[in-house]
T-cell receptor
Framework: DTGVSQNPRHKITKRGQNVTFRCDPI?????LYWYRQTLGQGPEFLTY????????KSRLLSDRFSAERPKGSFSTLEIQRTEQGDSAMYLC??????????????FGPGTRLTVL | GNSVTQMEGPVTLSEEAFLTINCTYT??????LFWYVQYPGEGLQLLLK?????DKGSNKGFEATYRKETTSFHLEKGSVQVSDSAVYFC??????????FGAGTRLAVHP
């Protein structure tokens, strides 16, 4: 178990550029979540995958954001035409559906995006 | 909608002091409740959780009890250490088990 990994760890881009982040969940975890965390705030939910199916998207996820999880393994989060307000830490978490009242989400180290 | 409110920080304590970080929630149904911790330079880690009313979660000397009547999940530790300095997040589980977090409380413990 190597934990959840995210790449890159840091990304600096200019306004209007597209960026893509990758998340590799813990192997055999079938649930994957993306969150966004701005300075001084708690993480906010963006989207959720069960295997390869994207089952929920937050209204925070504008049309410029798209996420995929092909084959139910790694996931990518793309932001098109970045804006300064997109600057944040993007967190990925994974969990294994346990059939119990809730499963434990394990978080990656995050990708810090700075839009200049 | 579902939400979590935590006491604002920073909380500054001397080593071996008693810690309480307040957390209250608003939710439909019966969510699970969590405390996550973020140490400097590290990712979020689950500290403890409780899945139903009156459950007590505990780990590393920290405790929190799920109080349905007061919609609270306060974090306590009897004797803090410098190594406990971190940001603590209270959270609840919503639909599809997504987590809804509070704003976080920074704890600074000095010798």
């Amino acid at each position: 178990d190597t934990g959840v990994s995210q790449n890159p760890r840091h990304k600096i881009t200019k306004r209007g550029q597209n960026v893509t982040f990758r998340c590799d969940p813990i192997s055999e975890h079938n649930r994957l979540y993306w969150y966004r965390q701005t300075l001084g705030q708690g993480p906010e939910f963006l989207t959720y995958f069960q295997n390869e199916a994207q089952l929920e998207k937050s209204r925070l996820l504008s049309d410029r954001f798209s996420a995929e999880r092909p084959k139910g393994s790694f996931s990518t989060l793309e932001i098109q035409r970045t804006e300064q307000g997109d600057s944040a830490m993007y967190l990925c978490a994974s969990s294994l559906a346990s059939g119990g009242p809730t499963d434990t989400q394990y978080f990656g180290p995050g990708t810090r995006l700075t839009v200049l | 909608g579902n939400s979590v409110t935590q006491m604002e920080g920073p909380v500054t304590l001397s080593e071996e002091a008693f810690l309480t970080i307040n957390c209250t929630y608003t939710a439909t149904g019966y969510p699970s409740l969590f405390w996550y911790v973020q140490y400097p330079g590290e990712g979020l880690q689950l500290l403890l959780k409780a899945t139903k009313a009156d459950d007590k979660g505990s780990n590393k000397g920290f405790e929190a009890t799920y109080r349905k009547e007061t919609t609270s999940f306060h974090l306590e530790k009897g004797s803090v250490q410098v190594s406990d300095s971190a940001v603590y997040f209270c959270a609840l589980s919503g639909g599809y088990n997504k987590l809804i977090f509070g704003a976080g409380t920074r704890l600074a413990v000095h010798p």
